[in-house]
């Protein structure tokens, strides 16, 4: 987290709307995916938005004009359809039955510290139960690793909107673990 | 807790997003989509008769055969899950565990002469190679702060017929860094569940386990391709391993492969056949690369390096790492390796005598309903620059601030909060292990402040009163945690120093540095 790489990935401007679009969905997909799921936590439907987001993308290419990165117009787009979605009457009345009992063991290494899994899936939880708009600038910013700028631009909210609703989720979820063992 | 939000990445990728991706089926709809749409208006829009390209038919026929094929392949990796699982359900629906052992085939030594690739490849896919697997190892770690850690790992695990396994990490911590000297932890899991055991609070987790279907093979281009910053958070790339923790840098060595070898120019066949415990191995030896030593902060501890594999199973049986003088830094050696060998299933059966469930010691704290006009000026944290910039905020804005000035801190999140006139500063700061960290917060003595949970831990015995570059302090250990809380006064200011993993009086030696941020020199 401390050691950041913010380098944009370049995309050749020569390919076809075709090459794009494989292009993007290769680069971006599993991103795309993975920021639907921390918005719907439904595995399908993450997977049914991050489609409709290349859809999207494909039928808009012409009209992207490079004023952002490739990376942010779709998390753009994806954050919108999530925010759709989640305001739809069908996803409201669904009863949400996928919960997390997955975990994966890591490996100790020299230059790794060992931390429990399940403290781990504890944290992961906690953090997909904060509210929708406090679990978003936690997942841009510390999971995404953008900027207070870049997330501004994102969720088109003031700088200072974003910074107080970061300082809020953190205190939401250090609330929220009170009580769990804190290992770092 | 700080800690969390550094680790946010790794945390959720090997958690709760571990299985969310965006696969060959995914692309391959979007396409679909995209072609019917555009058939459709080939219909509707006459004039583009002729300017449908040729490439979107091409498309369509590529992607249609790609996704027969893909299909196919989907087809034969799911049969293999599906026999996975019928497996699985014939245990499911068989609970009691046959006590027969399960019979892997005998291990043979291999002398056969190996590539350097060939070497990797097996690393990278120890998986394979092995049904049943028993040993114990230690491994002992020097970090880039001079720590250390030891650890001795116990194991027993069969990945064929009967799945399961049990592991025992026994920890010896260096007190000085880590505030406590021993942890011994066991891992036991089998088909329907995983349960872990902790020796320090003799309690114990358990949770459902989920196999991992079987992964395609891991070529060396696609580990070494994969960024060191991302080696640890995209275990996906990675082939498939149960869910142990220590005995998995030996056993399913993918990381440590990943980063170590990457760099093939770097690194040697020095024999290509020493026995060693019965085993026939292959020794690799090698220098880091410059890259590798700076991202993963082995500066001063590691610049060379020895690996023995097990050349049957590709198993990492043992390693060691140099410093620029050849003195040895790091090691993992092992006592006894078997492959390959009968393991009873009770094996992967907890015994929970004297084990209880975690209580929650949540108290229920009173939360002052003047909270609720506390603001947020500025925060950051984790990022450096960001961090920074508050804390020049709260120079210029609060004149009573304090900050901490010892070497082996560092900055880790600065806070800029109001209550009405009343500003409020909140720091903290982390050692350069990052497993202790100091919470401080400076404020106006009439000021309402926030509750929180790291400001109001249970206060044990009291230190004497004693005055430190103008504060009088007040100095409480914490009663449930490793840690200290210290209460400040200068005129009408207080301050709050709490800690985390560090002792009362090591608390105590720290505040000498806490001084007044008018005495720093800004940069």
């Given at each position: 987290m401390l050691e950041q790489e913010r380098k944009p990935v370049e995309i050749e401007s020569n390919l076809s709307r075709e090459e794009k679009l494989e292009w993007l969905m290769k680069e971006y997909g599993d991103q795309v995916a993975r920021?639907?799921?921390?918005?719907?936590?439904?595995?399908?439907?993450?997977?049914?938005?991050?489609?409709?987001?290349?859809?999207?993308?494909?039928?808009?290419?012409?009209?992207?004009?490079?004023?952002?990165?490739?990376?942010?117009?779709?998390?753009?787009?994806?954050?919108?359809?999530?925010?759709?979605?989640?305001?739809?009457?069908?996803?409201?009345?669904?009863?949400?039955?996928?919960?997390?009992?997955?975990?994966?063991?890591?490996?100790?290494?020299?230059?790794?510290?060992?931390?429990?899994?399940?403290?781990?899936?504890?944290?992961?939880?906690?953090?997909?139960?904060?509210?929708?708009?406090?679990?978003?600038?936690?997942?841009?910013?510390?999971?995404?690793?953008?900027?207070?700028?870049?997330?501004?631009?994102?969720?088109?909210l003031r700088l200072q909107t974003i910074k107080s609703r970061l300082h809020r989720a953190r205190l939401l979820l250090k609330k929220s673990l009170e009580g769990g063992k804190i290992n770092g | 807790?700080?800690?969390?939000?550094?680790?946010?990445?790794?945390?959720?990728?090997?958690?709760?997003?571990?299985?969310?991706?965006?696969?060959?089926?995914?692309?391959?709809?979007?396409?679909?989509?995209?072609?019917?749409?555009?058939?459709?208006?080939?219909?509707?829009?006459?004039?583009?008769?002729?300017?449908?390209?040729?490439?979107?038919?091409?498309?369509?026929?590529?992607?249609?055969?790609?996704?027969?094929?893909?299909?196919?392949?989907?087809?034969?990796?799911?049969?293999?899950?599906?026999?996975?699982?019928?497996?699985?359900?014939?245990?499911?629906?068989?609970?009691?565990?046959?006590?027969?052992?399960?019979?892997?085939?005998?291990?043979?030594?291999?002398?056969?002469?190996?590539?350097?690739?060939?070497?990797?490849?097996?690393?990278?896919?120890?998986?394979?190679?092995?049904?049943?697997?028993?040993?114990?190892?230690?491994?002992?770690?020097?970090?880039?702060?001079?720590?250390?850690?030891?650890?001795?790992?116990?194991?027993?695990?069969?990945?064929?017929?009967?799945?399961?396994?049990?592991?025992?990490?026994?920890?010896?911590?260096?007190?000085?860094?880590?505030?406590?000297?021993?942890?011994?932890?066991?891992?036991?899991?089998?088909?329907?569940?995983?349960?872990?055991?902790?020796?320090?609070?003799?309690?114990?987790?358990?949770?459902?386990?989920?196999s991992e279907p079987t992964r395609k093979v891991v070529t060396p281009e696609e580990a070494f391709n994969i960024k060191l910053k991302d080696v640890y958070k995209e275990n996906i790339k990675f082939r498939e391993r149960p869910h142990i923790t220590a005995s998995g840098t030996s056993l399913f060595p993918y990381e440590i492969t990943s980063i170590y070898l990457r760099n093939m120019e770097h690194w040697e066949i020095e024999k290509q056949n020493e026995e060693l415990l019965g085993h026939n191995t292959i020794v690799l030896f090698g220098k880091m690369d410059g890259q590798v030593v700076e991202r993963m902060k082995m500066k001063g501890t590691t610049d060379t390096f020895r690996f023995w594999v097990d050349k049957d199973t590709g198993i990492l049986m043992k390693y060691e790492t140099y410093d620029k003088d050849g003195k040895l830094t790091s090691y993992l050696h092992p006592e006894r390796l078997d492959v390959n060998i009968p393991i009873d299933p009770q094996t992967f059966v907890p015994n929970l005598d004297g084990y209880h469930l975690p209580i929650n010691t949540r108290k229920k704290v009173n939360i002052d309903p003047r909270e609720v006009d506390i603001e947020v000026v500025d925060y950051a944290d984790a990022i450096k620059e960001d961090t920074e910039d508050v804390l020049d905020l709260l120079r210029k804005d609060i004149p009573f601030l304090y900050e901490f000035t010892h070497s082996k801190l560092s900055l880790f999140s600065a806070g800029y909060e109001k209550y009405k006139a009343y500003k409020q500063a909140y720091l903290t700061y982390i050692f350069e292990n990052e497993s202790q960290v100091i919470y401080v917060r400076a404020y106006h003595k009439d000021s309402v402040i926030r509750t929180l949970s790291d400001f109001n831990r249970e206060k044990g015995e009291q230190l004497e009163k004693f005055t430190l570059n103008g504060i009088e302090w007040s100095g409480y250990e914490i009663t449930d945690l490793l840690g200290a809380h210290f209460i400040g006064m200068k005129g009408d200011y207080k301050y709050e120093v709490v800690s985390q993993d560090i002792s009362l009086q090591d608390t105590k030696e720290l505040l000498k540095s806490f001084k007044p941020s008018n005495d720093h020199k800004k940069q």
């Amino acid at each position: 987290m401390l050691e950041q790489e913010r380098k944009p990935v370049e995309i050749e401007s020569n390919l076809s709307r075709e090459e794009k679009l494989e292009w993007l969905m290769k680069e971006y997909g599993d991103q795309v995916a993975r920021l639907a799921f921390t918005y719907l936590k439904q595995k399908q439907l993450s997977e049914d938005i991050a489609q409709e987001v290349f859809i999207k993308c494909y039928e808009n290419l012409d009209s992207f004009r490079n004023e952002s990165s490739y990376k942010t117009w779709l998390y753009r787009i994806t954050v919108n359809l999530c925010k759709d979605k989640l305001r739809s009457w069908s996803f409201r009345h669904i009863i949400l039955t996928e919960f997390f009992t997955k975990t994966k063991g890591t490996n100790k290494s020299p230059e790794m510290e060992l931390v429990g899994l399940e403290h781990k899936q504890l944290i992961a939880e906690k953090i997909l139960s904060l509210p929708v708009k406090y679990r978003e600038v936690i997942i841009l910013y510390y999971y995404e690793e953008m900027s207070y700028n870049q997330i501004s631009t994102l969720l088109d909210l003031r700088l200072q909107t974003i910074k107080s609703r970061l300082h809020r989720a953190r205190l939401l979820l250090k609330k929220s673990l009170e009580g769990g063992k804190i290992n770092g | 807790m700080d800690d969390i939000f550094k680790k946010i990445v790794q945390t959720m990728n090997e958690t709760v997003l571990k299985d969310i991706n965006f696969n060959e089926k995914n692309q391959e709809n979007v396409r679909q989509t995209l072609h019917k749409r555009n058939k459709k208006s080939f219909h509707v829009k006459r004039k583009l008769n002729y300017l449908l390209p040729t490439v979107i038919t091409l498309l369509f026929f590529l992607g249609t055969s790609y996704f027969i094929i893909n299909e196919l392949k989907i087809l034969s990796r799911e049969e293999k899950i599906t026999g996975l699982n019928k497996n699985n359900e014939a245990i499911l629906q068989e609970p009691k565990i046959d006590p027969h052992l399960s019979i892997s085939p005998e291990q043979k030594e291999s002398y056969e002469e190996m590539t350097k690739k060939d070497v990797v490849a097996k690393l990278l896919n120890t998986v394979d190679y092995f049904h049943t697997a028993a040993g114990k190892f230690e491994e002992y770690s020097l970090f880039y702060d001079d720590s250390v850690s030891t650890s001795i790992i116990e194991y027993k695990l069969s990945l064929k017929n009967e799945i399961g396994g049990y592991e025992k990490v026994t920890t010896l911590f260096d007190e000085k860094v880590m505030g406590f000297k021993e942890s011994i932890q066991e891992y036991i899991y089998n088909n329907e569940k995983l349960w872990s055991k902790e020796s320090l609070n003799k309690t114990y987790q358990v949770q459902d386990y989920q196999s991992e279907p079987t992964r395609k093979v891991v070529t060396p281009e696609e580990a070494f391709n994969i960024k060191l910053k991302d080696v640890y958070k995209e275990n996906i790339k990675f082939r498939e391993r149960p869910h142990i923790t220590a005995s998995g840098t030996s056993l399913f060595p993918y990381e440590i492969t990943s980063i170590y070898l990457r760099n093939m120019e770097h690194w040697e066949i020095e024999k290509q056949n020493e026995e060693l415990l019965g085993h026939n191995t292959i020794v690799l030896f090698g220098k880091m690369d410059g890259q590798v030593v700076e991202r993963m902060k082995m500066k001063g501890t590691t610049d060379t390096f020895r690996f023995w594999v097990d050349k049957d199973t590709g198993i990492l049986m043992k390693y060691e790492t140099y410093d620029k003088d050849g003195k040895l830094t790091s090691y993992l050696h092992p006592e006894r390796l078997d492959v390959n060998i009968p393991i009873d299933p009770q094996t992967f059966v907890p015994n929970l005598d004297g084990y209880h469930l975690p209580i929650n010691t949540r108290k229920k704290v009173n939360i002052d309903p003047r909270e609720v006009d506390i603001e947020v000026v500025d925060y950051a944290d984790a990022i450096k620059e960001d961090t920074e910039d508050v804390l020049d905020l709260l120079r210029k804005d609060i004149p009573f601030l304090y900050e901490f000035t010892h070497s082996k801190l560092s900055l880790f999140s600065a806070g800029y909060e109001k209550y009405k006139a009343y500003k409020q500063a909140y720091l903290t700061y982390i050692f350069e292990n990052e497993s202790q960290v100091i919470y401080v917060r400076a404020y106006h003595k009439d000021s309402v402040i926030r509750t929180l949970s790291d400001f109001n831990r249970e206060k044990g015995e009291q230190l004497e009163k004693f005055t430190l570059n103008g504060i009088e302090w007040s100095g409480y250990e914490i009663t449930d945690l490793l840690g200290a809380h210290f209460i400040g006064m200068k005129g009408d200011y207080k301050y709050e120093v709490v800690s985390q993993d560090i002792s009362l009086q090591d608390t105590k030696e720290l505040l000498k540095s806490f001084k007044p941020s008018n005495d720093h020199k800004k940069q």
